[in-house]
């Protein structure tokens, strides 16, 4: 006899989520006071599954129980046999297919933090390339499931590695912007550096007894034969000083680490890793919920 049954199951563990399968049978055409069923062992002894003969690829057979129950109807009381299996789903599949992926997509994505700030193509690639990534990612693994209105265990462990992951794309946005920031500033201060200052004329004047007045006194013999040309009464020199300050040249800085990226090259493994650490010993050390016992 072979008999094709189905199992309701709640998928809120998933795939760390067990089951407990019924299998009911019994006579509908005669009621209780005609025919009574009853396991001949017992139900403890009754239900019995061999250990080579039954193999599941994606369940543990952790344990089956049995019973009897009776429903009334309108036509009078029945009895129903029922038997129950509990089954505990096989995580390595989903480890495999899709954990591992999502976890090497997040450590991929926070390479990028240990690149030059200057790198825009390269961080660009890695950004772009692991949010693609998880989102194809996201989308099979929701192909093996059945279309359920709730979130399971595997889509919050997707959802933050894509939150880690957009997040990473959008630190470098961030340490973009405040660099190009920062050039623009360095660039101001170089032209402002490089205006020249204005410097205060200082008027020379003639006087009648060959003085000249420059802000302090001072006498000088001018001979007529002399090679020196005459300054007139109207002649007005400006000196300029004769200090040059050099002026620097605007030097931007290549191969500087941001701030940004110092912090994210620590903030970024360690919050991954606590909800690793948090998230798994959440589900693998506690005892299993069996759905529909």
């Excluded at 680490?257 to 991954?272: A, C, E, H, Q, T």
Aim: aromatic share 12%; glycine share 4%; hydrophobic share 40%.
């Amino acid at each position: 006899l072979t008999i094709s049954a189905e199992c309701p199951m709640q998928l809120e563990d998933f795939p760390m989520d067990a089951h407990a399968c019924p299998l009911k049978f019994g006579s509908y055409a005669y009621p209780i006071s005609e025919v009574v069923y009853k396991w001949t062992q017992g139900p403890a002894k009754s239900v019995v599954v061999a250990e080579d003969g039954s193999r599941l690829n994606q369940y543990h057979l952790i344990g089956q129980t049995a019973g009897t129950e009776d429903i009334s109807t309108s036509r009078g009381l029945y009895t129903v046999m029922m038997a129950h299996f509990y089954l505990k789903r096989k995580i390595g599949y989903f480890v495999i297919q899709t954990y591992m992926p999502c976890f090497m997509t997040v450590i991929l994505s926070q390479v990028s933090f240990w690149l030059n700030r200057e790198s825009v193509p390269a961080r660009t690639v890695f950004g772009v390339t692991t949010v693609l990534t998880m989102t194809t990612l996201s989308i099979s693994a929701r192909n093996s499931l059945p279309k359920v209105a709730y979130a399971t265990a595997m889509d919050w462990f997707i959802a933050v590695c894509y939150a880690f992951v957009f997040s990473a794309l959008i630190e470098f946005a961030t340490v973009n912007y405040f660099t190009k920031r920062s050039w623009a500033w360095d660039g101001k201060k170089a032209m402002e550096a490089q205006q020249p200052k204005k410097k205060d004329p200082l008027a020379l004047s003639k006087k009648p007894n060959n003085t000249c007045s420059t802000g302090m006194n001072f006498t000088a013999n001018i001979t007529k034969d002399s090679a020196i040309a005459t300054i007139s009464n109207s002649t007005t020199v400006q000196m300029k000083s004769s200090e040059t300050k050099a002026t620097p040249d605007p030097k931007k800085t290549y191969n500087s680490v941001s701030k940004i990226d110092k912090m994210s090259r620590i903030v970024f493994p360690v919050l991954f890793g606590t909800f690793n650490l948090v998230y798994w010993a959440t589900y693998l050390n506690r005892e299993p919920v069996i759905k529909g016992a």
